[in-house]
């Protein structure tokens, strides 16, 4: 079974510039997450979409971010402008459903804003 | 708020010396705590989830015990394979079932 998958890998920007990165879920899974990762702490939750419907966002800079998910199945999140302090690791997590049901991470995206 | 605080931040250990990772947590009505391990440059992969106080879950070295304010990861004669980052989440009773995660313990296990 394939797992999450994300693009690009990596990406350096500099600030001001606009950045979008790409999610590709778990065939079959529901719900799906963002989060930002900053070197050295856990992940947080960013937006969580349950099919193509945000069910938390939150913790998402509404002036800066957005993410949407058409159909339900691809996602994309995006930063603009971006200033230095989003350098992170932008992780997607898909669960089949909502609820109880596991998160299975991709292997993130490392954004670096200069 | 959920809240998780994970020790120690680093622990070095030689390889075959048993030890234990902590995560306290505080949460109002836990739905699940979750242990991943994340190696440099990928994302976190899932061990365990456990549900209510007195349960454990093994997987070779590593067993998972959980309190009702906190849960320990045991390593049993750990090698130099089992070196990465170990997160602990948990989830709460809030709508959106989202998770929690504390910093991490950066385990390396020397030869």
């Known amino acids: 079974e394939a797992g999450v998958a994300q693009s690009p890998r990596y990406k350096i920007i500099e600030k001001r510039q606009s950045v979008a990165f790409w999610c590709n879920p778990i065939?079959?899974?529901a719900t799906l997450y963002w989060y930002q990762q900053i070197l050295g702490q856990g992940p947080k939750l960013l937006i969580q979409f349950q099919n193509n419907g945000v069910v938390d966002d939150s913790q998402l800079?509404?002036?800066?971010?957005s993410a949407e998910r058409l159909k339900g199945v691809d996602s994309t999140l995006k930063i603009q402008p971006a200033k230095l302090e989003d350098s992170a690791v932008y992780l997607c997590a898909s669960s089949l459903l909502a609820g109880p049901d596991t998160q299975y991470f991709?292997?993130?995206t490392r954004l670096t804003v200069l | 708020e959920d809240q998780v605080t994970q020790s120690p931040e680093a622990l070095r250990l030689q390889e075959g010396e048993s030890s234990s990772l902590n995560c306290s947590y505080t949460v109002s009505g836990l739905r699940g705590l979750f242990w991943y391990?994340?190696?440099?440059g990928k994302g976190p992969e899932f061990l365990f989830t456990l549900y209510s106080a007195g349960e454990?879950?093994?997987k070779e070295r590593l067993k998972a015990t959980l309190t009702?304010?906190?849960?320990?990861?045991h390593i049993t004669a750990p090698k130099p394979e089992?070196?990465?980052t170990y997160l602990c989440a948990v989830r709460g009773g809030g709508s959106n079932y989202k998770l929690t995660f504390g910093k991490g313990t950066l385990?390396?296990?020397?030869?």
């Open chain 1, 106 to 108: 991709g292997p993130g």
């Open chain 2, 56 to 58: 454990e879950k093994e």
């Open chain 2, 107 to 111: 385990l390396t296990v020397n030869p």
């Open chain 2, 82 to 84: 089992d070196s990465a």
């Open chain 1, 27 to 29: 065939s079959g899974h």
């Open chain 2, 68 to 73: 009702k304010k906190e849960s320990f990861l």
């Open chain 2, 37 to 40: 391990r994340q190696d440099p």
């Open chain 1, 61 to 65: 800079p509404k002036d800066r971010f």
